[in-house]
């Protein structure tokens, strides 16, 4: 008992909601290993390397696709992006209603509220993602605030509620075909500095080359969800 009292501590210390110590694995029968919930949520390991030009939306998720099949993750995956102007498009909108699991099967969010936070008591609740769950399609950790080089600005465009911006400033590298011109709103993967502690919604870039997203502590990496 002491030792599970120990165990309790030392996860809420480290910052994990505590409704999610228990959700990680389905319950299996009596004698039966726990099955490995299949992986649905990824940081791509990799940017397209032409800052955020994405090629679109479509680009960014045929990216995720790619990654995904080279990590026998099958799925439809989409990639966490939103887009402005005619026929914006939000980023929420694309990846389903969960729930979503990482490389080793544990629970990123049980649906897309709780992802965001969109309720009070879903904001109390909160989502488990950080340094230590927001893994890569190879189940790596991305470099956050302490290393180097610090890696941990995602690429969404989106508010924190995971919507389009409505005003006119440009969050999405226009549209993500932008390596130059333009700017693009980052999450944290770490959920560290920034003010915030945002996953999804953090601060601007300098700008859209793969340089300014290697300046601002990036690498045009971007969130990849497989919908449920």
């Known amino acids: 008992m002491k030792v599970m009292r120990s165990m309790f501590a030392v996860l809420i210390v480290a910052g994990v909601p505590t409704a999610y110590l228990f959700a990680q694995q389905p319950a299996a029968p009596a004698g039966q290993p726990a099955a490995r919930q299949p992986m649905s949520f990824f940081i791509t390991s990799v940017g397209k390397g032409d800052g ?21 993750a099958p799925g439809d995956w989409k990639a966490y992006l939103s887009t402005q102007g005619a026929g914006a498009v939000s980023a929420r909108d694309r990846i389903g209603k969960g729930p979503w699991h990482n490389f080793r099967g544990q629970v990123i969010s049980t649906d897309i ?3 965001h936070g969109d309720t009070i ?10 340094k230590q769950l927001a893994l890569t399609e190879k189940g790596e950790l991305v470099n956050g605030v302490g290393d180097k080089p610090n ?65 601002t502590g990036g690498a ?7 919908v449920k």
Do not use: V
Request: hydrophobic share 30%; proline share 1%.
């Open 52 to 72: 955020a030009n994405l090629g679109g939306l479509a680009g960014a998720d045929a990216h995720c696709a790619a990654l995904a099949k080279a990590a026998n």
């Open 113 to 115: 509220g709780i992802l």
């Open 121 to 130: 008591e879903q904001a109390r609740i909160g989502n488990p993602l950080g």
């Open 151 to 215: 890696q941990h600005d995602i690429l969404t465009g989106s508010t924190a509620d995971g919507r389009a911006y409505t005003d006119t400033a440009d969050h999405t590298c226009n549209n993500w075909t932008s390596n130059s011109a333009g700017s693009a709103q980052l999450g944290h993967s770490d959920k560290q500095g920034g003010g915030n502690s945002s996953w999804n919604s953090t601060h601007a870039s300098k700008g859209c080359s793969q340089d300014n997203l290697i300046g």
């Open 220 to 226: 045009g990496l971007f969130y990849c969800f497989a």
